[in-house]
Nanobody, 115 residues
Framework: QVQLVESGGGLVQPGGSLRLSCAAS????????MGWYRQAPGKQREVVAR???????NYADSVKGRFTISTDNAENTAYLQMNSLKLEDTAVYYC?????????WGQGTQVTVSS
């Protein structure tokens, strides 16, 4: 069983920054990698960024150049640095670990971009 706890969400103005954190209950990121997803009201959950166990990253086109995913394997914590936030980034953000046979999600953290 993997426990994931997100934090760092909040209310920010357009153009602002936030850093989300995802704390895992064990050393899963170094083995399985992880991903950040988001779900806006009335929309399907979508992938934002992923990082593999080797540190390779990929991003949704909508956040490329603005968001950065990283992990601190010593602390079992993953981060999503979000810069130049836009209104359309408003969503609940979730972290995810997929072991292949099991999929784990955090409870989500709300990010609201509003002027």
């Amino acid at each position: 069983q993997v426990q994931l706890v997100e934090s760092g969400g909040g209310l920010v103005q357009p153009g602002g920054s936030l850093r989300l954190s995802c704390a895992a209950s064990g050393s899963v990121f170094r083995v399985y990698g992880m991903g950040w997803y988001r779900q806006a009201p009335g929309k399907q959950r979508e992938v934002v960024a992923r990082i593999t166990s080797r540190g390779s990253t990929n991003y949704a086109d909508s956040v490329k150049g603005r968001f950065t995913i990283s992990t601190d394997n010593a602390e079992n914590t993953a981060y999503l640095q979000m810069n130049s936030l836009k209104l359309e980034d408003t969503a609940v953000y979730y972290c995810n670990v997929n072991k292949g046979w099991a999929d784990y999600w955090g409870q989500g953290t709300q990010v609201t971009v509003s002027s």
